[in-house]
């Protein structure tokens, strides 16, 4: 995640500072911003590469390259399929019953978000709505992941 969006980068950044114009979309997750149990590698890799796109928008946008960070959630793919059936019930808990978005869906936001010119772009009214409280509650948010991560331990 992090570094294959890296190393992306990397080749065609030159060409963009050359020309003073480009566009740069990274896919994060909401995984990006808030971490679940369960994805201790997955979630720090996406929260890397909020990281970096935070930094490169400052850097960049001087030089006429805009960024833009992309939270989706999940996401109709095999690969979801693949992962369910090895989530965690503390993970499956804190997935709940949230909405699952075509692919079709995701990409029509990230168009539509960057022709807008947004730069934090996240699919679906669940996760704009997770990033806002999040933003509101701020440390407050552990407990409460706490809570359902005990409660789904209770009723393994």
Avoid at 53 to 72: A, N, Q, W, Y
Wanted: charged letters at 20%.
């Amino acid at each position: 995640n992090y570094f294959g969006t890296l190393h992306v980068i990397k080749c065609l950044i030159g060409d963009m500072i050359k020309r003073g114009s480009g566009t740069i979309v990274n896919i994060s997750s909401q995984a990006g911003f808030v971490g679940v149990f369960g994805y201790s590698a997955y979630g720090p890799s996406k929260y890397a590469v909020r990281g970096l796109t935070d930094v490169l928008r400052s850097e960049m946008k001087p030089l006429g390259i805009t960024c833009h960070i992309v939270f989706p959630p999940d996401t109709e793919t095999p690969q979801l399929e693949f992962e369910k059936e090895l989530k965690p019930p503390e993970t499956k808990a804190i997935a709940g019953a949230s909405s699952v978005l075509s692919a079709e869906k995701v990409a029509e936001s990230i168009l539509t978000g960057v022709k807008k010119g947004k730069y934090v772009i996240i699919p679906g009214f669940e996760g704009k709505l997770l990033y806002r409280v999040i933003g509101i509650l701020g440390n407050l948010i552990y407990p409460i992941v706490d809570w359902m991560i005990r409660r789904a331990q209770k009723n393994k």
